[in-house]
T-cell receptor, first 115, second 113 residues
Framework: AQKVTQAQTEISVVEKEDVTLDCVYETRDTTYYLFWYKQPPSGELVFLIRRNSFDEQNEISGRYSWNFQKSTSSFNFTITASQVVDSAVYFCALSRPNQGGKLIFGQGTELSVKP | KAGVTQTPRYLIKTRGQQVTLSCSPISGHRSVSWYQQTPGQGLQFLFEYFSETQRNKGNFPGRFSGRQFSNSRSEMNVSTLELGDSALYLC????????????FGSGTRLTVV
Protein backbone atom coordinates (compact mmCIF):
# COMPACT_ATOMS: atom_id res chain seq x y z
CA ALA A 1 0.00 0.00 0.00
CA GLN A 2 1.07 3.56 -0.54
CA LYS A 3 1.39 5.98 2.31
CA VAL A 4 2.80 9.43 3.00
CA THR A 5 3.78 10.47 6.51
CA GLN A 6 4.41 13.99 7.66
CA ALA A 7 5.30 13.51 11.29
CA GLN A 8 5.42 17.21 12.11
CA THR A 9 1.89 18.44 12.70
CA GLU A 10 2.81 22.01 13.57
CA ILE A 11 6.02 24.00 13.38
CA SER A 12 6.52 27.50 14.68
CA VAL A 13 9.57 29.58 13.79
CA VAL A 14 10.64 33.19 13.94
CA GLU A 15 11.10 35.07 10.72
CA LYS A 16 14.47 34.52 9.00
CA GLU A 17 14.96 31.12 10.59
CA ASP A 18 15.48 28.13 8.30
CA VAL A 19 12.91 25.36 8.60
CA THR A 20 12.73 21.81 7.23
CA LEU A 21 9.48 19.96 6.68
CA ASP A 22 9.83 16.20 6.69
CA CYS A 23 8.09 13.77 4.37
CA VAL A 24 8.46 10.00 4.38
CA TYR A 25 6.67 7.84 1.85
CA GLU A 26 5.94 4.17 1.30
CA THR A 27 5.42 2.52 -2.05
CA ARG A 28 6.37 -0.70 -3.82
CA ASP A 29 6.39 0.97 -7.21
CA THR A 30 9.66 1.70 -8.91
CA THR A 31 8.12 4.60 -10.82
CA TYR A 32 6.21 7.21 -8.90
CA TYR A 33 5.90 10.95 -8.49
CA LEU A 34 6.29 13.07 -5.40
CA PHE A 35 4.80 16.50 -4.86
CA TRP A 36 4.75 19.34 -2.40
CA TYR A 37 1.79 21.67 -2.14
CA LYS A 38 1.18 24.78 -0.04
CA GLN A 39 -2.27 25.57 1.30
CA PRO A 40 -2.71 29.16 2.53
CA PRO A 41 -5.79 30.13 4.57
CA SER A 42 -7.71 30.79 1.35
CA GLY A 43 -7.85 27.02 0.84
CA GLU A 44 -6.38 26.63 -2.62
CA LEU A 45 -3.55 24.09 -2.92
CA VAL A 46 -0.59 25.76 -4.58
CA PHE A 47 1.79 23.49 -6.48
CA LEU A 48 5.42 23.83 -5.40
CA ILE A 49 7.33 20.94 -6.95
CA ARG A 50 7.02 17.54 -8.65
CA ARG A 51 9.74 14.93 -8.63
CA ASN A 52 9.81 11.59 -10.39
CA SER A 53 11.39 8.58 -8.77
CA PHE A 54 14.29 8.47 -11.19
CA ASP A 55 15.48 11.95 -10.44
CA GLU A 56 17.25 12.17 -7.11
CA GLN A 57 18.87 15.50 -7.77
CA ASN A 58 18.19 18.05 -5.10
CA GLU A 59 16.44 21.15 -6.31
CA ILE A 60 16.63 24.75 -5.25
CA SER A 61 14.15 27.44 -6.18
CA GLY A 62 14.84 30.74 -4.50
CA ARG A 63 14.43 30.22 -0.75
CA TYR A 64 12.97 26.74 -1.28
CA SER A 65 14.96 23.55 -1.60
CA TRP A 66 14.07 19.88 -1.71
CA ASN A 67 16.10 16.86 -0.69
CA PHE A 68 14.94 13.59 -2.26
CA GLN A 69 16.56 10.42 -0.90
CA LYS A 70 15.26 7.10 -2.17
CA SER A 71 17.44 5.20 0.29
CA THR A 72 15.41 6.59 3.18
CA SER A 73 12.17 7.14 1.22
CA SER A 74 12.21 10.78 2.15
CA PHE A 75 11.43 13.97 0.29
CA ASN A 76 12.13 16.84 2.66
CA PHE A 77 11.43 20.50 2.03
CA THR A 78 13.53 23.34 3.42
CA ILE A 79 12.64 27.01 3.52
CA THR A 80 15.63 29.25 4.02
CA ALA A 81 15.23 32.61 5.75
CA SER A 82 11.52 32.06 6.37
CA GLN A 83 9.06 34.90 5.99
CA VAL A 84 5.63 35.55 7.47
CA VAL A 85 4.10 34.90 4.03
CA ASP A 86 5.38 31.34 4.23
CA SER A 87 2.82 30.62 6.96
CA ALA A 88 0.55 27.91 5.58
CA VAL A 89 -0.14 24.20 5.68
CA TYR A 90 2.27 22.21 3.53
CA PHE A 91 1.38 18.86 2.05
CA CYS A 92 3.57 16.16 0.62
CA ALA A 93 1.91 13.79 -1.86
CA LEU A 94 2.61 10.67 -3.89
CA SER A 95 1.10 9.39 -7.12
CA ARG A 96 1.46 6.35 -9.34
CA PRO A 97 1.75 6.73 -13.11
CA ASN A 98 -1.05 4.24 -13.77
CA GLN A 99 -3.44 5.93 -11.36
CA GLY A 100 -3.69 9.24 -13.08
CA GLY A 101 -5.07 11.96 -10.87
CA LYS A 102 -5.02 10.05 -7.60
CA LEU A 103 -2.71 11.84 -5.21
CA ILE A 104 -2.05 10.31 -1.82
CA PHE A 105 -1.46 13.12 0.63
CA GLY A 106 0.27 13.27 3.95
CA GLN A 107 -1.57 14.82 6.87
CA GLY A 108 0.13 18.16 6.34
CA THR A 109 2.44 20.33 8.41
CA GLU A 110 1.15 23.68 9.60
CA LEU A 111 3.97 26.20 9.49
CA SER A 112 3.66 29.40 11.46
CA VAL A 113 6.28 32.06 10.87
CA LYS A 114 6.19 34.80 13.47
CA PRO A 115 7.63 38.29 12.89
CA LYS B 1 -4.61 31.88 -18.42
CA ALA B 2 -7.60 31.19 -16.18
CA GLY B 3 -7.08 28.75 -13.33
CA VAL B 4 -9.36 26.02 -12.06
CA THR B 5 -12.74 27.46 -11.16
CA GLN B 6 -15.01 25.88 -8.59
CA THR B 7 -18.54 26.97 -7.87
CA PRO B 8 -20.12 27.70 -5.57
CA ARG B 9 -17.51 28.83 -3.08
CA TYR B 10 -19.68 28.16 -0.04
CA LEU B 11 -22.74 26.03 0.42
CA ILE B 12 -25.01 25.19 3.35
CA LYS B 13 -27.32 22.19 3.02
CA THR B 14 -29.60 20.25 5.27
CA ARG B 15 -29.09 16.60 6.16
CA GLY B 16 -30.80 14.37 3.64
CA GLN B 17 -30.60 16.84 0.77
CA GLN B 18 -28.40 16.43 -2.26
CA VAL B 19 -25.82 18.82 -3.66
CA THR B 20 -24.00 19.38 -6.94
CA LEU B 21 -20.59 21.03 -7.12
CA SER B 22 -19.01 22.29 -10.31
CA CYS B 23 -15.41 22.45 -11.53
CA SER B 24 -14.13 24.11 -14.68
CA PRO B 25 -10.56 22.99 -15.44
CA ILE B 26 -7.82 24.97 -17.08
CA SER B 27 -8.42 25.24 -20.79
CA GLY B 28 -6.91 22.24 -22.56
CA HIS B 29 -6.77 20.09 -19.44
CA ARG B 30 -8.57 16.79 -19.86
CA SER B 31 -8.18 15.27 -16.41
CA VAL B 32 -10.26 16.43 -13.45
CA SER B 33 -9.87 14.97 -9.98
CA TRP B 34 -11.92 15.59 -6.85
CA TYR B 35 -10.78 15.55 -3.25
CA GLN B 36 -12.47 15.86 0.10
CA GLN B 37 -10.62 17.66 2.87
CA THR B 38 -11.69 17.34 6.51
CA PRO B 39 -9.80 18.07 9.74
CA GLY B 40 -10.01 14.44 10.79
CA GLN B 41 -9.29 12.57 7.57
CA GLY B 42 -7.19 15.11 5.73
CA LEU B 43 -7.17 15.16 1.93
CA GLN B 44 -8.83 12.13 0.42
CA PHE B 45 -9.19 11.27 -3.24
CA LEU B 46 -12.77 10.90 -4.46
CA PHE B 47 -12.49 10.19 -8.20
CA GLU B 48 -10.87 11.27 -11.42
CA TYR B 49 -12.37 11.82 -14.83
CA PHE B 50 -10.51 11.85 -18.10
CA SER B 51 -12.21 12.46 -21.44
CA GLU B 52 -15.65 11.98 -19.88
CA THR B 53 -14.76 8.60 -18.36
CA GLN B 54 -14.11 7.84 -14.73
CA ARG B 55 -10.50 6.71 -14.64
CA ASN B 56 -9.94 6.24 -10.91
CA LYS B 57 -12.13 6.02 -7.86
CA GLY B 58 -11.42 6.40 -4.17
CA ASN B 59 -13.05 4.65 -1.22
CA PHE B 60 -16.22 6.64 -0.83
CA PRO B 61 -19.81 5.39 -0.70
CA GLY B 62 -22.03 5.42 -3.76
CA ARG B 63 -23.70 8.61 -2.55
CA PHE B 64 -20.71 10.39 -4.06
CA SER B 65 -20.79 10.49 -7.82
CA GLY B 66 -19.43 12.60 -10.60
CA ARG B 67 -19.37 13.19 -14.29
CA GLN B 68 -17.41 15.05 -16.89
CA PHE B 69 -18.74 16.84 -19.91
CA SER B 70 -17.28 17.06 -23.41
CA ASN B 71 -15.74 20.46 -22.57
CA SER B 72 -13.93 18.80 -19.62
CA ARG B 73 -16.02 20.61 -17.02
CA SER B 74 -16.90 18.29 -14.19
CA GLU B 75 -19.58 18.03 -11.56
CA MET B 76 -19.74 15.99 -8.42
CA ASN B 77 -22.94 15.08 -6.69
CA VAL B 78 -23.54 14.00 -3.14
CA SER B 79 -26.95 12.54 -2.38
CA THR B 80 -28.60 12.04 1.00
CA LEU B 81 -26.20 14.38 2.75
CA GLU B 82 -24.86 13.45 6.16
CA LEU B 83 -23.30 15.73 8.77
CA GLY B 84 -19.97 14.03 8.11
CA ASP B 85 -20.01 15.24 4.52
CA SER B 86 -19.20 18.74 5.74
CA ALA B 87 -15.84 19.45 4.18
CA LEU B 88 -13.82 21.44 1.71
CA TYR B 89 -14.17 19.84 -1.71
CA LEU B 90 -11.25 20.51 -3.99
CA CYS B 91 -10.99 19.96 -7.69
CA UNK B 92 -7.72 19.58 -9.59
CA UNK B 93 -7.01 19.55 -13.28
CA UNK B 94 -4.16 18.19 -15.32
CA UNK B 95 -3.34 17.99 -19.04
CA UNK B 96 -3.46 14.20 -19.05
CA UNK B 97 -1.39 12.19 -16.61
CA UNK B 98 0.18 12.43 -13.19
CA UNK B 99 3.56 13.46 -14.41
CA UNK B 100 2.12 16.69 -15.72
CA UNK B 101 1.24 17.98 -12.28
CA UNK B 102 -2.10 19.06 -10.90
CA UNK B 103 -3.56 22.54 -10.51
CA PHE B 104 -6.13 22.95 -7.78
CA GLY B 105 -9.10 25.24 -7.49
CA SER B 106 -10.01 27.21 -4.37
CA GLY B 107 -12.59 24.63 -3.36
CA THR B 108 -16.21 24.54 -2.31
CA ARG B 109 -16.81 24.59 1.41
CA LEU B 110 -19.88 22.49 2.13
CA THR B 111 -21.60 22.66 5.49
CA VAL B 112 -24.31 20.15 6.27
CA VAL B 113 -26.64 21.11 9.12
Amino acid sequence: AQKVTQAQTEISVVEKEDVTLDCVYETRDTTYYLFWYKQPPSGELVFLIRRNSFDEQNEISGRYSWNFQKSTSSFNFTITASQVVDSAVYFCALSRPNQGGKLIFGQGTELSVKP
Amino acid sequence: KAGVTQTPRYLIKTRGQQVTLSCSPISGHRSVSWYQQTPGQGLQFLFEYFSETQRNKGNFPGRFSGRQFSNSRSEMNVSTLELGDSALYLCASSPATGKDGYTFGSGTRLTVV
